[in-house]
């Protein structure tokens, strides 16, 4: 058997999982880890936003399972923890003696800090209640925001739209884009990271660290010389970017027309400051991988580099991440390298894997209990084999974040259903509409497909104990219910 590895995650915030393959987008230490490793081209998160899914992240599980549903900071939050009794793999990690270490992003518990489940902290943001921070202030801001922005509210609306900025009338202007030299703290929280790598002994004994970097979350503001690459650059807007979604929930509608002020010179520029965060995230990628190739105990290091989510970019005419399903917001960028565990490196994993899928991974690698979660092991993947029975369907469960809605989405190579309890459904042939353009649910002639697809959706929800089955005849919307998840 081989030893134990030690383990190492980077995990961006809010980066597409198609920015691995872009050509356009200059990312060379992540792809160099992709020559040296796997790339799990079709991997998805389980919601669209941040908490949920870092949730799911740590605990290989969904979201109806571990309890946080949407950002547990913001002041309407309906779930700020997780189920009582959940439990994260770092735990278990630090039980068998690995010397355990977290830097950046937490958000995944508002009661609990990384410090409560077998981590040590080194610089941590979005933190718990007893360790505030300036990530997770504006989140929770009270009346009081408001009571001062009325002061200057009448001259704000009588002046001129900035560029690259989003006005909304009694509500603060969002400048979607700009310059900043040090976005987030993100280089606080590497070169910490860094710090502490040179600290820990190689000297044979286990250890496991996560970084969560916050970029390249939105708003899209990068340091000057990044920006400078893609200078040049001729960003062309496609179909995709121009989609009216009359054929899609009123609520999508609604949510772009406040980015409907951006010009096309100016979403074309939101495109290219987004590309050069993800250039910016990759080079502190690279800080990190140097100080990791120093150490002599390297080849027996996992390295996991991932998302939380992605981000629709100006897809649809939309940006950021939120309650649309759309697979720019779902689909993550996934590589794993590990020099001595890995056989036949430089491979692409076509089948499709979850972000719930990496806790039983590591778990499975320390030789723990996995079996229970939903997740499954991606083990089998990392010796070159395809698992038996592997999944065949990606399955979505979001409640809305700050703005409340059941959406559940099932998906497979050639169909998706997406069940919207507070408006229409939506259904794309994604064969022939990759893009999502054409919504087919009201189209009698798919209703085979639909009751299919429902059938899946249904039988996943049973499986993960999901209470969205309120029969009651004003909530109980869907098409075809929850006796279908049994066949």
């Given at each position: ?286 800080l990190a991988l140097d100080e990791l190739k120093k150490r002599n105990d390297f080849d027996d290091t996992l390295i996991l580099f991932t998302s939380d989510h992605g981000d ?176």
């Amino acid at each position: 058997m081989l030893k134990k590895p030690n383990i190492f995650v980077f995990m961006t915030d809010q980066q597409r999982g198609d920015t691995l393959t872009n050509p356009l987008i200059s990312m060379p230490n992540i792809r160099s880890l992709m020559k040296d490793g796997l790339h799990f081209a079709n991997t998805h998160c389980p919601s669209p936003h941040c908490c949920p899914s870092r949730a799911t992240f740590f605990t290989g599980k969904y979201p109806s399972e571990h309890g946080v549903w949407n950002n547990v900071w913001v002041q309407n939050t309906l779930s700020d923890r997780l189920t009582a009794g959940t439990k994260l793999f770092s735990e278990s990690f630090a039980k068998q003696g690995y010397e355990m270490w977290f830097s950046g992003k937490w958000h995944v518990s508002r009661e609990t800090g990384p410090e409560d489940h077998g981590f040590k902290e080194a610089f941590v943001t979005s933190n718990k209640y007893s360790k505030p921070s300036k990530a997770t202030a504006h989140m929770s801001a009270g009346w009081d925001v408001y009571k001062e922005l009325a002061k200057t509210r009448d001259e704000n609306e009588r002046t001129p739209r900035n560029t690259g900025q989003i006005k909304r009338a009694g509500y603060p202007n969002f400048n979607h884009y700009g310059i900043k030299e040090d976005p987030f703290n993100d280089l606080k929280v590497v070169n910490t990271t860094i710090d502490k790598l040179s600290e820990i002994p190689d000297s044979g004994e286990p250890w496991a660290y996560y970084v969560g970097t916050l970029g390249p979350h939105d708003p899209y503001f990068v340091p000057q010389r990044f920006l400078d690459m893609y200078e040049d650059l001729d960003i062309e807007l496609t179909d995709i970017h121009f989609d009216n979604l009359l054929d899609k929930p009123n609520l999508y509608q609604r949510t772009q027309k406040a980015f409907n002020q951006l010009t096309i010179d100016e979403k074309k520029e939101a495109i290219r400051h987004y590309m050069a965060f993800c250039t910016y995230e990759d080079y502190l990628f690279g800080l990190a991988l140097d100080e990791l190739k120093k150490r002599n105990d390297f080849d027996d290091t996992l390295i996991l580099f991932t998302s939380d989510h992605g981000d629709y970019n100006g897809e649809h005419g939309l940006w950021c991440k939120g309650l649309p399903a759309f697979k720019g917001a779902y689909h993550i960028p996934a590589v794993i390298s590990w020099k001595n565990g890995i056989k036949n490196p430089n491979r692409t994993v076509d089948e499709p894997v979850s972000l719930a899928d990496f806790a039983p991974t590591f778990l499975d690698l320390i030789g723990e209990e996995s079996s229970n979660l939903t997740g499954k092991s991606l083990l089998p993947f990392l010796d070159d084999k395809t698992p038996d029975n592997w999944r065949k369907y990606s399955f979505t469960q979001t409640n809305g974040n700050e703005i409340y809605g059941i959406q559940r989405a099932v998906f497979n190579d050639k169909w998706k259903l997406v069940y919207n309890s507070f408006d229409h459904d939506e259904l794309y042939n994604l064969e022939t509409d990759p893009n999502e353009l054409i919504n087919l649910a009201r189209n009698l002639k798919y209703d085979d497909v639909k009751k299919s697809l429902y059938t899946e959706l249904w039988t996943f929800a049973e499986s993960v104990k999901d209470k969205c089955l309120n029969p009651y005849i004003m909530v109980g919307l869907a098409e075809y219910g929850p006796a279908y998840a049994y066949k």
